[in-house]
């Protein structure tokens, strides 16, 4: 069982976020692997230690993706390939399902596991367009996953409870949080990652062209949450009548 795995490197969910000169302040920023791709990954390692086969991770960006990369080496990834991207934007979806599809174009993958969405844009987009370019069946929100033979089947998130899929192999997962608990890098496997090449491809031997389809025209902070305000008095009818004015005439809510 071959396993590609859409890998995405995101700022630290706990990192300050700054806006320079109208765009995001990378400097003193924490790059991670976003952490629905890291539950995909982690499937994918356990379908290989399973099954046996190999794991892929793919990830489109700049240089310092290739770290992310190693991180998923050292959690027990085979392979890496870096789509080398300097001028990469994060909300051009078509371009990087482009890139993504023409950089694993030379290997059959068996299953295509993804996070249902990165943590910064939260598009998800890309596998599902990934998908669709490659011609293969696509499965979302996935809490489980069975395979089973040539198929795939997969419990997933609806509304008001859960609904069972299945799908014929080569098809593509999108993984929840919740699916499993990632693996923490062992101190082995990040002394072996160190000395694992990274294979790195370019946009231009790819023959894909960043051509925005969506502008970004700039970046700012959400305003201050305003001061809360305490209802005074020992009177709780009173005081949930308040309540209930505040919400309807100064928030709105009702």
């Given at each position: 069982?071959?396993?590609?795995?859409?890998l995405k490197q995101?700022?630290?969910?706990?990192?300050?976020?700054?806006?320079?000169?109208?765009?995001?302040?990378?400097?003193?920023?924490?790059?991670?692997?976003s952490?629905?791709?890291?539950?995909?990954?982690?499937?994918?390692?356990?379908?290989?230690?399973?099954?046996?086969?190999?794991?892929?991770v793919?990830?489109?960006?700049?240089?310092?993706?290739?770290?992310?990369?190693?991180?998923?080496?050292?959690?027990?990834?085979?392979?890496g390939i870096?789509?080398?991207?300097?001028?990469?934007?994060?909300?051009?979806a078509?371009?990087?399902?482009?890139?993504?599809?023409?950089?694993?174009?030379?290997?059959?993958?068996?299953?295509?596991?993804?996070?249902r969405?990165?943590?910064?844009?939260?598009?998800?987009?890309?596998?599902?367009?990934?998908?669709?370019?490659?011609?293969?069946?696509?499965?979302?929100?996935?809490?489980?996953?069975?395979?089973?033979?040539?198929?795939?089947?997969?419990?997933?998130?609806?509304?008001?409870?859960?609904?069972?899929?299945?799908?014929?192999?080569?098809?593509?997962?999108?993984?929840?949080?919740?699916?499993?608990?990632?693996?923490?890098?062992?101190?082995?496997?990040?002394m072996?990652?160190?000395?694992?090449?990274?294979?790195?491809k370019?946009?231009?031997?790819?023959?894909?062209?960043?051509?925005?389809h969506?502008?970004?025209?700039?970046?700012?902070?959400?305003?201050?949450?305003?001061?809360?305000?305490?209802?005074?008095?020992?009177?709780?009818?009173?005081?949930?009548?308040?309540?209930?004015?505040?919400?309807?005439?100064?928030?709105?809510?009702?």
């Open positions: 069982m071959d396993v590609l795995v859409l995101v700022p630290d969910t706990e990192t300050t976020i700054k806006i320079d000169s109208n765009r995001i302040n990378e400097s003193g920023v924490k790059w991670i692997i952490p629905y791709d890291e539950v995909a990954l982690e499937e994918a390692i356990r379908t290989k230690e399973k099954s046996g086969g190999t794991v892929t793919v990830s489109v960006g700049p240089e310092r993706v290739a770290s992310s990369i190693r991180t998923a080496y050292a959690m027990g990834a085979d392979h870096h789509v080398l991207a300097e001028n990469y934007e994060m909300l051009d078509t371009a990087i399902s482009e890139a993504i599809l023409k950089a694993t174009s030379d290997k059959n993958y068996d299953l295509v596991l993804a996070g969405q990165g943590i910064d844009s939260d598009s998800g987009l890309i596998p599902l367009m990934y998908a669709e370019k490659r011609g293969i069946a696509a499965i979302i929100w996935a809490k489980s996953i069975e395979l089973d033979g040539n198929s795939v089947k997969a419990v997933v998130e609806a509304e008001g409870g859960e609904a069972n899929y299945e799908a014929a192999l080569p098809a593509l997962v999108t993984t929840q949080i919740g699916m499993n608990e990632p693996r923490y890098p062992s101190l082995k496997g990040i072996a990652s160190k000395k694992t090449p990274v294979e790195t370019n946009l231009d031997e790819l023959n894909v062209s960043f051509s925005e969506i502008e970004v025209l700039g970046f700012e902070m959400p305003p201050a949450r305003p001061v809360g305000r305490i209802i005074e008095g020992d009177d709780t009818l009173v005081k949930a009548a308040e309540l209930v004015k505040a919400l309807h005439e100064e928030v709105k809510a009702i």
